[in-house]
Each structure stands twice: as C-alpha cells, then as structure tokens.
C-alpha cells in the first residue's frame, strides 16, 4: 500500500507525467510540404503516449503524424491547422456540430457510429487487451476479471464491449479519458483498465508506469481505426487517397517506428484502405 501511495502522490505531483515523457518521447516526422492559406481544425487526444500526445514542444505521436499527413495532401501547411483537444465522448459530436473538420483520434470504425458521421480508413489495426498492476497475478485475461473493478473511458468501443459482454460481473469505472484510467490503476482505485494495446503500451512504458503496470498482451477484439469526417464532407476522396500514400510511401511506418516500437509493441502490417 505504501507504494501504491507514494505513486499516486508522484502523480498528482505531476501533472506533466503522462505529458511529458514515455521510454522515448514522442516525436514528429516534420511539417508537411504543403504551402497557401487553406486551414483545418483537427479533433485529437492530448494524452495518450507515443499516439497523441501534448508536450512542450507542440502536439506529437502516430496519430498528430497520420493527421499532419493527410492535412498537407489536403493543401493545409502544419502551420494552418488547429488541434482540438477533444474527449473521446466528444469525437461524433464534434463532427456533427461542425467543432472540428477531421477526428484523428484511436477512432473505431463502427457500424453504430457510422449512421452519424464518414470514416475513411483504416489506418490501423489495434486490439482491446487489459492493463494491470505488475504484481497482480489474479488477471490473466478477460475472462478472469469477475468481482473486478475495470477502467474505460466514455463514448468508446472498449466501455461498449465491456458493458455488453460483463455486465452484472464486473464493475465499470466511466472517466472522460484514459489517462485519468492509468492513474487509477496505479493508485490502486481500480484494478484494470481495458482499451486498444496499442494505447495501453505507450502508458506502460511511460518512466513513472514501467515496472509498476504491465499489458496482458491478449487481445480479444479488433479495433480498425478511421479519420472521422462530417456526412456529405467532399474531401473524403482526398482523405482516402492521403492514407494510402502515408502507407505506401513508408511515412506510416516510419511514425510507428519512432513513436510506438520503442514501448516494445510489436509493429503490424499496414491495413488496406477502403
């Protein structure tokens, strides 16, 4: 227990933690090329290591990188784009109320969410797996977390499969965002928190996280990530064909390379865009 309050305490100490640093930090792959005038407001997570993170130097990580790409093939200089810190409950309504062009952020395509808003995609494929406390040895995977208090965040697939699949079994912890799951966990409020294993690595290799939470490493959903665009929105040709340049051109890999290898993810094959 003493551990587990001396982390807390360095947490809340540390409003930088998450923010600031992972085994490597967060990196870009540049500015785009593109020149002129044209904007874009682009709907983003500001928390989440080596994917999407705010530091002092700016937004960085794969999915800012994905983003900037796209938005230079659009014809907007990084320079001209405005990131949106949005919460993950807040990524449909973004779109729909006109708050945000794009949403890049660990996005699902989902038939549900499809009925509101376009994706185009994908460009990742992620899988819902567990992050736990080093030294827990009673999880072991999904189907040994009844009596468990598990972490999701609101509006994401990961709380819906929860609910779905273990309701009445486990109790779920809804907060705005997944970092606010990881410094629970660490503080010993929750005993889990589930969500794609590409996010949950980036917070296990965090300084402050390694060696006190580890990932299961056994995913049990698959999770394709899309750009989140408005209905009707005319630059989804534009969008489709940015993804399958970023992939084809080797930029793609090249931001997982530096911003999520270094967590010790294992590095898929690209998905083909649709």
Known sequence: MRRLALVAAALAAGTVLVAGCSATPPSSTGDNTATGSATLTIGIA??????SLKTEAGYAGFDVDTANYVAGKLGVPTKNITW??????ERVSSLTSGKVDLVVSTFSITAEREKEIAFVG???EAHQDLLIRRNDDTITGPETLDGKKVCAAAGTT????LTSHYEGKITVVKVP????CVRDLAAGTVDAVSTDDLILAG??????YKGVLRVIGKGFTDEMY???????DNRADQVRAALKEYISSGAWKKSLDANIAPSG???PAPPTVK
């Open 46 to 51: 500001d928390d989440l290591p080596g994917v």
């Open 84 to 89: 949106q810190r949005i919460d993950q409950d």
């Open 122 to 124: 994908p460009y990742f």
């Open 158 to 161: 990961s709380i819906d499969y």
């Open 177 to 180: 965002s997944w970092s606010e």
């Open 203 to 208: 917070f296990a290799a965090v300084p402050e």
């Open 226 to 232: 899309g750009i989140g665009l408005k209905k009707g």
């Open 265 to 267: 993810y294992a590095i």
